[in-house]
């Protein structure tokens, strides 16, 4: 049985940092695509970034810059790393898993997600 597991959430204070990890059992994804994806209180789920086989990664405008995942195959592990966090960056963010190599930004395109972690940024 695959699964997702997140972890690393938790409350900071404007301006600080957190790193989440998903950690993947049940299937190696080294030769597939992986994302984190966010959603906040009455509002969609959207993308955050993703990360292809070759490590090749993908922001969403609103965190490029700030936010940096990355993979550890070897750990069957995804990261991301988040700075200079806003309030407006307060969600559960969702790991996700695409089978394939291709990256995309479309929620309904990955095949596998993580139950969740709570990042909550106060002003």
């Known amino acids: 049985q695959v699964q997702l597991v997140e972890s690393g959430g938790g409350l900071v204070q404007a301006g600080g940092s957190l790193r989440l990890s998903c950690a993947a059992s049940?299937?190696?994804?080294?030769?597939?695509?992986m994302g984190w994806f966010r959603q906040a209180p009455g509002k969609e789920r959207e993308f955050v970034a993703a990360?292809?086989?070759?490590?090749?990664?993908y922001y969403a405008d609103s965190v490029k810059g700030r936010f940096t995942i990355s993979r550890d195959n070897a750990k069957n592990t995804v990261y991301l790393q988040m700075n200079s966090l806003k309030p407006e960056d307060t969600a559960v963010y969702f790991c996700?898993?695409?089978?394939?190599?291709?990256?995309?930004?479309?929620?309904?395109?990955?095949?596998?997600w993580g139950q969740g972690t709570q990042v909550t940024v106060s002003s």
């Open positions: 996700a898993a695409r089978l394939g190599i291709g990256v995309t930004m479309i929620t309904n395109a990955y095949n596998y």
């Open positions: 990360i292809n086989w070759s490590s090749t990664t």
């Open positions: 049940g299937r190696t994804f080294s030769s597939d695509a």
